[in-house]
């Protein structure tokens, strides 16, 4: 049982280049975000997902995209990527609903953008 | 809106003494109430759900609904619990809101 799966853990970037965070459970979640840790900041959601097909915005969602095709994943994109971009990503998943299941996170992606 | 606060950024205690790590809320219901542990590089693990009432590695944490409170405490720290503490409220949509986190240091 392997839980969260995030890749890459570490990325360098340019300015202005676009990639997929990929992130996967194999716990049959329905619920799914991702949250940004910088220091001083805690974490930050970016956007979540409450099932397959669904997706919203969390508290820092602007120049990030997410999809929800299946229920076992849930990438983000970085369109064009900007330096205040860097940060560590954490992907997590809960079984849902509105009564706040405990999360369960992967191991980070770490990613610098130059 | 729901916000948690940890006033301290970092604390550091010797070996075998007592810690608490303080965290607030704002939240006029009953609010759902978490402590996550990161250690170095690692990813957040939960520690403690207020709803369990559990101990865990030896900390316990209470709710105090008229404080708004929610400190984390172990009578007897050790070295190993060095590491990065974050208090979070259940949010409305599922997710979590995270304080900013307090840096536990334990030193020999």
């Known amino acids: 049982n392997a839980g969260v799966t995030q890749t890459p853990k570490f990325q360098v970037l340019k300015t202005g280049q676009s990639m997929t965070l990929q992130c996967a459970q194999d716990?049959?979640?329905?619920?799914m975000s991702w949250y940004r840790q910088d220091p001083g900041m805690g974490l930050r959601l970016i956007h979540y997902?409450?099932?397959?097909?669904?997706?919203d915005q969390g508290e820092v969602p602007n120049g990030y995209n997410v999809s929800r095709s299946t229920t076992e994943d849930f990438p983000l994109r970085l369109l064009s990527a900007a330096p205040s971009q860097t940060s560590v990503y954490f992907c997590?998943?809960?079984?849902?609903?509105?009564?706040?299941?405990?999360?369960?996170f992967g191991d980070g992606t770490r990613l610098s953008i130059l | 809106a729901q916000r948690v606060t940890q006033p301290e950024k970092l604390l550091s205690v010797f070996k075998g003494a007592p810690v608490e790590l303080k965290c607030n809320y704002s939240y006029s219901g009953s609010p759902e109430l978490f402590w996550y542990v990161q250690y170095s590089r690692q990813r957040l693990q939960l520690l403690l759900r207020h709803i369990s009432r559990e101990s865990i590695k030896g900390f316990t944490a209470d709710l105090n609904k008229g404080e708004t409170s929610f400190h984390l405490k172990k009578p007897f720290a050790q070295e190993e619990d060095s590491a990065m503490y974050y208090c979070?409220?259940?949010?409305?949509?599922?997710?979590?809101?995270f304080g900013k986190g307090t840096k536990l240091s334990v030193k020999p």
């Open positions: 997590a998943s809960s079984y849902g609903g509105r009564d706040n299941q405990p999360q369960h």
């Open positions: 716990m049959n979640h329905e619920y």
């Open positions: 997902s409450v099932g397959a097909g669904i997706t």
């Open positions: 979070a409220s259940g949010g409305s949509q599922g997710n979590l809101i």
